[in-house]
């Protein structure tokens, strides 16, 4: 096999603290105002990144981006030297230096959508930096991540790089959160699922409580730019209900490796019918589609959010079994840490 796959995760900064900026990320609010420690946080990732380098799996980091982010505030009319206008800032607009101090992209499932080279027509690997424009502290994301993905991957003859989606509500664009690719190896062209909240134009069912982050209308475009062919391409909603219980991102819900999709029974809209869409195209490449739905009855939704089971990664090992590294809230939930002890005995990949 030829081709292989790299893990990126953030590194945290040092400006990281609790604001809840988040409306609809039920941890976001919750944690709102802690104690963080930036420093312990930043150990607690590279920890957690060498461990996966020490069991042979590829692994990059993303630096953390400048915060304060002093560009935006003096676009917003703070002026003098950057120590006047963050002081400004403090003084007579608090909440807004906070959220131009989130170090929220240490979070790279939002980062970027990433096609690799086996699925695009022009054999190329395709980066879409995600437009994040859903919150305003992350919506100033996009032109670094563009630059930072530029610079990591510089070779246009193997690289194509495209600027984020117009800043407008009908392109919310999340990033590869909302995302699964599933295939064989990694150098095979796979199927390409994109999953978006609600359809903007002519669209019907959507959440209630909280915002749909990432529009069909987004995923739709990204396939067009990433050259991807139909055939293998996947439009699914996500279920309304469950975003309105907190799963804010597809990732909240569900996550993918090769021929396996590990999900909750309630994360998709009609979901029978959105599986069978994925299961027939993997047949067309001829691979096997591996689900493993996790019923409300073992986890429910709420537990689900709360421990971040799906915000998880299932990893190929070198001996080609699957491991699936989760959050410690994870292990902490009897119910969850239960169904995960339950799941390698049941004869999956993930062993």
Known sequence: MSGYEIN???LVGPTHHYAGLSFGNVAST????NASNPKLAAKQGLKKMKALADLGLKQGVFAPQERPHVPTLRR???????????????????????SLSSASSMWTANSCTVSPSADSADGRMHFTAANLNN??????????????LQAMFKNDVYFAHHEALPEAALFGDEGAANHNRLGGAYDQAGVQVFVYGQQQLGGTVAPQKFP???????????????????KRTVFIQQNPDVIDQGVFHNDVIAV???????HHQHAFLNQSAALDEIRH???????????IEVPESRVKVEDAVSTYLFNSQILTRADGGMSIVVPEESRQNSAVWSYLNDMIQMGTPID
């Open 256 to 262: 993918s490796n090769q021929q396996v999709l590990f």
């Open 212 to 230: 749909a982050r990432q529009t069909r209308e987004a995923s739709e475009a990204i396939a067009r730019l990433h050259r991807l062919d139909a």
């Open 30 to 33: 919750k944690n709102r105002n």
């Open 76 to 98: 917003l009319g703070f002026t003098g030297s950057d120590i006047d206008v963050i002081a400004q800032a403090i003084r007579t607009a608090p909440a807004l230096l906070s």
């Open 135 to 148: 919150k305003f502290h992350r919506s100033i994301e996009h032109h670094t991540t563009t630059r930072i």
């Open 8 to 10: 990126f995760d953030g």
């Open 281 to 291: 195209k993997m047949a067309e490449i001829e691979q096997d589609f591996i689900s």
